[in-house]
């Protein structure tokens, strides 16, 4: 088993369990497996022809698949964010990491895959393209290669700055905008009033593309900043706060393309509680709309733990002591796995009173 040391907030490395190899397959086995994991949550919690609600022992299965559609990004999580095992990796170690990375997305790509197919008018089952893709993707990820990797220029600091920058501009509609979702948990009344707030502000003529631009810029140069990353032994905190950006990059995508094109465009409904929560079947009842759980929850937890990252980040080249810097780490992510439940039990019906 590997081993790491956390004396001083850095992480020392022992013996690897698994080859590269290995943890290429095991992350496309799990991104492959994904939508069938769905696909039996929603059997398990569909009733029989002949009751009128399930059984304990289907909930009780339903909780463990829904634990399982979790552990996707979680495996994946861990693989990439395995230090080195040499301060310079080689292009096997490179590519099994940035494979393991994109794995953790699944959640996130299938929700964006789903609304593509769909406005694509296929009649092809999304599983049937999903899973032999991500075999095959695994295959010529897992194939060994002699080639070196031959290192991007170093990202300017100007380009994290600039990331910094209009990070903490997003970072104010993006608090906004999961502040607004707490307040499913009151109502969706309520819910709706806290979006016609904050309309008036981001709906805004110039408000709206600007807010669009900010995203469209955080997701290309974060994902410059993570080529470059990827390719060093950072520690498990830095790996983290890659894979989140990562996640977050495609979940912004796919957001940005549920509501502007797709709703808003393509369908021309408002998005509003309905188009969020899946009404009228709810987000846990029905065989598409399931996918979506895992994807905000996922959404709004990285997110916030991202900013968290950054917090980290912040404080330690302000010298912060390691040992203080770690806590905050801790406390704001649990903190946001927190709220991430909350919102997730507001869209899935729970109300306060
Ligand atoms: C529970 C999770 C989430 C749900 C249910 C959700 C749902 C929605 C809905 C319904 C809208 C349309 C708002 C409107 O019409 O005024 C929207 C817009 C948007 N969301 Fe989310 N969202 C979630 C999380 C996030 C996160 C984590 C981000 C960013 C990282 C994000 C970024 C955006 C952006 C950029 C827009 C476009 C804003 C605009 O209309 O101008 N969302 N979202």
């Not at 999580?77 to 310079?88: D, W």
């Not at 010529?140 to 600091?157: E, G, Q, W």
């Not at 906004?176 to 979702?181: D, E, L, M, P, R």
Request: hydrophobic share 55%.
């Amino acid at each position: 088993m590997q081993t790491y040391s956390k004396s001083d907030g850095t992480f020392v490395l022992s013996k690897p369990i698994i080859d590269t190899t290995s943890t290429v397959w095991i992350a496309a086995a799990t991104a492959a497996i994904y939508p069938w994991i769905l696909d039996a949550f929603h059997w398990a919690v569909t009733p029989p022809v002949t009751a009128t609600s399930v059984s304990t022992g289907a909930t009780l299965l339903a909780a463990l698949l829904l634990i399982a559609a979790f552990a996707v990004p979680l495996i994946n999580l861990f693989i990439a964010g395995t230090p080195a095992q040499t301060p310079a990796p080689n292009a096997q170690d490179v590519r099994a990491r940035r494979f393991a990375l994109l794995a953790i997305t699944a959640p996130t790509v299938y929700v964006f895959f789903g609304v593509l197919t769909y406005m694509g008018g296929s009649k092809i089952p999304d599983t049937w393209l999903w899973t032999p893709a991500w075999l095959l993707f695994g295959y010529l990820a897992s194939r060994n290669t002699n080639a070196v990797i031959s290192p991007l220029p170093r990202t300017s600091s100007r380009l994290r700055v600039a990331h910094g920058i209009a990070g903490s501009i997003a970072a104010v509609y993006v608090l906004f905008h999961i502040f607004n979702h707490l307040f499913g948990l009151i109502s969706p009344e309520a819910h709706a009033a806290v979006m016609d707030l904050g309309r008036i502000v981001y709906r805004e003529q110039l408000v709206e593309p600007l807010l669009v631009a900010v995203m469209l810029f955080q997701i290309f140069s974060g994902l410059r900043l993570v080529w470059t990353w990827s390719e060093t032994s950072a520690d498990r905190y830095r790996m983290f706060q890659i894979a989140t950006g990562v996640f977050m990059s495609v979940f912004i995508l796919g957001h940005m393309n549920s509501v502007f094109i797709f709703a808003r465009t393509w369908l021309d409904i408002p998005t509003d509680w309905a188009f969020a929560t899946g009404l009228p079947t709810g987000l846990i009842h029905d065989a598409w709309n399931i996918r979506l759980l895992p994807h905000y929850a996922l959404g709004v937890f990285f997110v916030l733990a991202h900013l968290v990252c950054g917090l980290r980040v912040v404080m330690l080249a302000h010298n912060s002591k390691v040992s203080s810097a770690n806590r905050v780490w801790w406390i704001g992510v649990s903190l946001s796995a927190a709220i991430s439940a909350a919102i997730m039990c507001g869209m899935t019906g729970l109300r306060l009173s």
